[in-house]
Nanobody, 125 residues
Framework: QVHLVESGGGSVQSGGSLRLSCTAS????????MGWFRQAPGKEREGVAG???????SYADSVKGRFTIYRNNARSTLYLSMSRLTPEDTAMYYC???????????????????WGQGTQVTVSS
């Protein structure tokens, strides 16, 4: 069973930066996809960024140029570097995992079989 633990959330002012981390355990292969999703109160969960086994990435239009997703397979850790944050980025951020090596829809929640508990990101104006 894959277990995901997110960390790095917090409160920042508009224009600030944060880096989220997600450590995965219970899976030793390197062929898998991972992604970051977020959900604000009253809104649906949306895909923020995803990365496949070849380190190909996909981003939501709203975060392109501001967020960077990357992974360290040796540490079984996924990261999301976020800069130029705005109040619209305020949400609970979730890490997701699936053992398939690639996907054409990295930002679709249905592609993922395992989810973390989430870490809160709050951006004040």
């Amino acid at each position: 069973q894959v277990h995901l633990v997110e960390s790095g959330g917090g409160s920042v002012q508009s224009g600030g930066s944060l880096r989220l981390s997600c450590t995965a355990s219970g899976y030793t292969e390197t062929k898998y996809i991972m992604g970051w999703f977020r959900q604000a109160p009253g809104k649906e969960r949306e895909g923020v960024a995803g990365i496949d086994s070849d380190h190909l990435t996909s981003y939501a239009d709203s975060v392109k140029g501001r967020f960077t997703i990357y992974r360290n397979n040796a540490r079984s850790t996924l990261y999301l570097s976020m800069s130029r944050l705005t109040p619209e980025d305020t949400a609970m951020y979730y890490c997701a995992f699936d053992p398939r090596p690639w996907s054409f829809t990295l930002l679709e929640p249905g592609q993922y079989s395992h989810w973390g508990q989430g870490t809160q990101v709050t951006v004040s104006s």
